[in-house]
């Protein structure tokens, strides 16, 4: 892709090339910018990661729903129950119909309002979402080459010529000037 044959996008009619920092002017035509390559030899965006970030999703709101409920179980005064692990899924359904005993068994006959479950699972699942998001953001961010050049790339941009005049400046650890240690 960093051909000079490359040719910018034509949006609505006009070159955008002339504007756009991506694309650099050559005498043989346009040529794609240094960074361009790096972030397009990336992991392929296929149907693991959707698939993933949907199991995220779904599991953090089976868990916050069932906090939810738990909390309005505690706020109520029946104690704080969790449901058993067979009953974490199966529940929800009945919490969300109405049925704040729904897997778990009560220990008081007093109940809590089901909006106020609702309310405070919502408010669970909008915490750990951004969490969540905030946590793969700073993940993909990290994986990104910033300022780095292939070899192709320094050569295209500053010349042979000079890439082996400054070699000692670019590569210190393999071209030294003076003595060896």
């Known amino acids: 892709m960093t051909e000079a044959s490359d040719e910018p996008p034509n949006v609505g009619g006009f070159r955008a090339l002339q504007t756009n920092p991506r694309y650099r002017r050559t005498s043989g035509g346009f040529i794609k910018g240094m960074t361009d390559s790096q972030h397009e030899d990336g992991y392929a965006w296929t149907w693991e990661p959707a698939v993933g970030a949907l199991t995220t999703v779904a599991i953090l709101g089976v868990m916050a729903l069932q906090a939810g409920r738990s909390l309005t179980l505690l706020i109520a005064g029946e104690g704080w129950q969790w449901p058993p692990s067979t009953a974490l899924v199966t529940s929800c359904w009945g919490i969300l119909t109405g049925n704040l005993h729904a897997g778990v068994t009560p220990t008081n006959p007093v109940t809590g309002s089901v909006v106020l479950a609702w309310a405070l699972a919502g408010a669970l699942f909008i915490a750990g979402l951004a969490a969540a998001t905030t946590l ?44 060896r240690r």
């Open 136 to 179: 793969a953001l700073r993940v993909v961010a990290g994986r990104r080459f910033k300022g780095m050049a292939s070899a192709g790339q320094a050569e295209q941009l500053l010349g042979l010529g000079r890439l082996r005049a400054n070699r000692a400046v670019i590569r210190p650890d393999l071209y030294r000037t003076g003595q």
